[in-house]
C-alpha cells in the first residue's frame, strides 16, 4: 500500500467510523415523544371519600364480564363458597375493592387511626405500555375513546404485559388451557349498546364515576376547588347524566389527583383523604414508560447500525486498495 493509500484508508474508514459513531439529530428525534390524550377520551373518577366499600362494583364487573366468583381458601366449614371475596386482582377479578387501615381504624378516611378504601383496575393509560410491549397487537389503544382493549385470541400468552404495566394491572388466568390475560376494559361490550361501565352504573354513591376526562377533569376541579364542609351534590353513573345525585358535604383530600401525571397520565383519575401511596397505588415517575422504552429500543438498534455502516465501509476501501494492487502488479501494456 503506497503513503497515499494509507491515507486514504485511514481517512476513509476514520469517517465511515465517525458517520457511524457519532448520534446525528435524527437519531435523536427517534426517541419518541410521550403519546397524548384523545379530545373525545373516556375515563373514570374514582372519589375514595365517597366509597363505602360495599363491592356492588365488584360483583357488577364480574356479572357483566362473566368472571366466576373467588373464594379464598380461608373460607372453609359453613361459610365454605358463600361468599365472593376476591382479594386482588387475578385472572377471574378485573375489578377489587382494598382496603387501607391504621392505628384503632375508627375514622373514615384518616391516614392516622382511620380507614379508607381503593379501587383497583385498570387505569387506562394515556401511553400504555401493555400496548407497547405486545410483540403481536394482542393489546390495542382505541385512537378516540382510549380503551385499552385486549384480544384472547391474538395474544400469544407471554406475560410482557403483566411485567410491562406499571400499575401491576393484567393477570394472567392459569386456569385457561391455552392462557389468556385478565384486565378491565371499561366494559366497552356494554358501551357499544349505549350503556356505561358496570361499575358505575352500579356504584350507589358515585365513588366510581364515568365520563369524558374533559368533564371529569372539570369535576375534579370544582370538588378540589370547594372548601370542606361545603354543600355539594355528586354526581353517580355518568357525568351529565340525569340521575338523582349523592347530596353531600365536600371532604377533606390529600393533594394532587392520582393518573394526572403518573407514567405520562391515565384516564382513571383518583381523589382520596388519605395519601395515595397509602392506598397501595404505585408511585411512577410522570414519563411515560412506553416512550421511553421505545426511545431506548430505537437508539440501541441505531448503535447496532453503527458497527455495520463501519463494516461497509472497511470493506468497500479494502476492496478498493485491493483493485489497485492488482493494477500495480499488472504487466505495462503495450502501446502500439
Ligand atoms: S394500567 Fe397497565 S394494563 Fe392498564 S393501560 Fe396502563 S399499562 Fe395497560
Ligand atoms: S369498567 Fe367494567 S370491567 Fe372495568 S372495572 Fe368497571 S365493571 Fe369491571
Ligand atoms: S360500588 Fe361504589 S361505593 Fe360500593 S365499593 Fe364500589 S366504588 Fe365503592
Known sequence: MTEVDRRDFLRGAGFATAAAAVPT???????????????QAVGMLYDSTLCIGCKACVAACKEANKMPAEVPATLTGWNENTWDSAEDLSGRTLNVIK???????????????GFAFVKRHCLHCVDPSCVSVCPVGAMQKDAATGIVSYDPDVCIGCRYCVYGCPFGVPQFDFSSALGKIAKC????????DGKIPACCDVCPTGASL???V????????RRTAAAPGTPYQFPRGKIGENRPPNAATIPTYVKGVYGEHEAGGTQVRYLAGVPFPKLGLPTVGRQSPASLSEGMQHTIYQWLIAPLVAFVG???????NLAL???????PSKEG
Not at 99 to 113: C, F, L, P, S
Open 314 to 320: 472497511f470493506a468497500f476501501l479494502a476492496r478498493r
Open 214 to 221: 374533559k368533564e371529569l377533569e372539570r369535576e375534579i376541579e
Open 185 to 192: 376494559e371499561f366494559c366497552r361490550h356494554l358501551q357499544k
Open 99 to 113: 382496603v387501607y387501615r391504621n392505628g384503632t381504624a375508627e375514622q373514615k378516611d384518616h391516614e392516622i387511626n
Open 325 to 331: 494492487h492488482h493494477d500495480d502488479d499488472a504487466p
Open 25 to 39: 439529530e435524527a437519531s435523536a428525534a427517534i426517541a419518541r415523544p410521550p403519546k397524548q390524550i384523545s379530545p
Open 210 to 212: 364515568f365520563g369524558p
